[in-house]
């Protein structure tokens, strides 16, 4: 035992100050609900049912003749990739000259239940290419898929490839046998059909069930230490609410989507073996024939790089690019490192092809 | 898993209220016929249905308190575990801030590693994969229960509205198809 006089003054100290800034929080910083997370200004120029289709305003006088497509994923919403203006994926695209435009998938109700992979692939995400193609006056655009996105995105590319010019793939989920995360071997053990028969979608409770046993201890406790540690600090504080907004914020997956996903990415892995069929159509990776590029965080932890990198050696294009990068699955799209290595590489790779 | 000495006593109550619910059920029937086509009657003579979801939900129950207290057993088992390496590695009290910081940085670490470790292993994901197909097998009686109410009172069941959005699902899908290839043909005639 140490005598109390050995106990460092500055421990009393730290907790003070800790819990100063505990009941200073609500007069220095806004409520999570009070934030809009909204940044680049759009314009919404399709929608189909819960679905629209977004177009940034550019952000330069001269745009790349192709304009670029991004598909981001089913699990929280696309506002990561424009959540503040400095590590903001769209408007880092938009001042490189690319003309951007994203697929928000909207908020499924319990009416949407049967939608699947064939009404996201063929469907939603074919629209918007179609609409992209008769606005932009080209034959063919290119394809930026994120995540549970860049799934639907490279079923997609494989199926249509003759409207995709480029195709760029950012921690896509391909191999689920060989995921090494948390939420794979949740995924493996799901008997998904007694789930989307008696519930339905899959809710958006399940999906924070899933992010709660994602570090907990980092995640659930640290992280809020921290917050309240650097009350004071306006520009860390910013940010950690709009993430935590994001983050708080998971639509509804429509439940055949949602089985068919399980079953065939986690448990039977067809995709990765050519066997998965969207739509009546065999998805064959060697049709992806267009220019590839492939996006993977070497340190994340909701898609293993094992997961994403089949895809760049499974498809049967000749120009081939495969990027991995000392970072997580969100920083490797809003952080400083995508602004100042992620980003311009690609930009750097895209503008030569677009 | 179940014992047989408590799984012939569950199946003996399980008879037993049947029996019973049967009987009462046939032994009312009449005065039933004798009434209006009102809401009640409706609900009398789905009863016995309520019945026999209440007596299976007890057995999900059962199965569904197993697993919980697998679940937690695990989670209570890594935490023990964890603590224990972080006592092995941190055994000092710590006695300033720097000493502080460190020590929450090993026990968050440790904590963090053990529990990514249960997470991912399989008797984890077996366990955690039939709590939840109780859990849903709960809400599945629950379901049925409620169709009984919705039933009695006119209303259309969980698997009537699921048909209408079925059906309403398959005619978007054609129409949307119909339209995209209307919409090709004429940007191919255009070109």
């Known amino acids: 035992m140490h005598s109390e006089s050995s106990v460092d003054p500055k421990i009393m100290e730290e907790i003070l100050k800790f819990s100063r800034n505990v009941i200073d929080a609500p007069k220095l910083v806004s409520a999570p609900d009070e934030i809009s997370l909204e940044v680049t200004p759009h314009d919404t120029v399709l929608e189909i049912d819960k679905t629209r289709l977004i177009h940034y305003v550019p952000l330069t006088e001269k745009q790349h003749k192709t304009p670029l497509l991004i598909s981001y994923a089913l699990i929280n919403r696309y506002h990561i990739l424009d959540l503040q203006p400095e590590k903001s994926w769209v408007r880092n695209l938009l001042s490189q000259g690319f003309d951007v435009y994203m697929l928000d998938w909207g908020t499924p109700t319990s009416m949407d239940k049967y939608l699947d992979f064939d009404d996201y692939v063929n469907g939603y995400l074919d629209s918007a290419v179609e609409h992209i193609k008769d606005e932009s006056s080209v034959e063919k655009i290119s394809l930026q898929g994120y995540c549970t996105g860049a799934t639907i995105a490279t079923t997609y590319a494989a199926l249509h490839p003759e409207s995709v010019k480029n195709y760029v793939a950012t921690a896509p989920v391909i191999d689920g046998w060989r995921d090494t995360t948390v939420i794979s071997n949740l995924a493996k053990h799901m008997d998904v059909d007694k789930m989307v028969d008696t519930i339905g979608n899959m809710p958006p409770e399940f999906m924070y069930y899933c992010f709660s046993v994602l570090k907990p201890f980092e995640q659930g406790i640290e992280k809020y230490i921290r917050f309240f540690k650097n009350i004071d600090n306006k520009k860390f504080v910013d940010n950690f609410l709009r993430v935590e907004k994001w983050l708080g914020d998971t639509p509804p997956i429509p439940g055949e989507l949602f089985k068919q996903w399980i079953k065939d990415i986690y448990q039977k892995n067809l995709l990765v073996q050519n066997k998965m069929y969207v739509g009546g159509e065999r998805v064959d990776l060697k049709k992806i024939d267009m220019p590839t590029f492939t996006q993977i965080a070497v340190g994340d932890h909701l898609v293993s790089p094992e997961c994403s990198m089949p895809l760049h050696y499974g498809i049967g294009s000749d120009d081939k690019t495969l990027r991995m990068y000392p970072t997580g699955h969100v920083g490797m799209i809003a952080s400083s490192l995508s602004q100042k290595k992620v980003l311009p590489e690609l930009g750097t790779w895209l503008s030569e092809r677009s | ?191």
Request: net charge negative; glycine share 4%.
């Open chain 2, 1 to 191: 898993m179940q014992s047989d000495s408590s799984k012939n006593t569950g199946d003996y109550y399980k008879h037993l209220s049947l029996f019973w619910t049967d009987i009462m059920h046939l032994m009312s029937s009449k005065p039933q016929a004798l009434a209006s086509t009102g809401p009640m009657r409706a609900f009398t003579s789905n009863s016995k249905k309520v019945t026999t979801e209440l007596i299976e939900i007890n057995e999900d129950l059962m199965g569904f308190n197993e697993y919980l207290t697998e679940y937690y057993r695990q989670l209570s088992d890594a935490w023990k575990d964890a603590q224990k390496k972080v006592n092995l590695k941190a055994p000092e009290v710590p006695h300033d801030v720097e000493q502080i910081d460190s020590f929450k940085r090993i026990w968050i670490d440790i904590f963090d590693n053990d529990f990514t470790e249960l997470f991912d292993s399989k008797k984890f994901g077996e366990n955690y994969g039939k709590l939840v197909s109780k859990e849903l097998e709960l809400t599945k009686h629950w379901n049925n229960i409620t169709n009984v109410v919705l039933q009695s009172v006119n209303l259309p069941s969980k698997e009537e509205i699921d048909e209408v959005y079925k059906e309403l699902h398959s005619l978007k899908k054609r129409i949307g198809k119909l339209e995209l290839e209307l919409k090709k043909k004429e940007a191919r005639n255009n070109a």
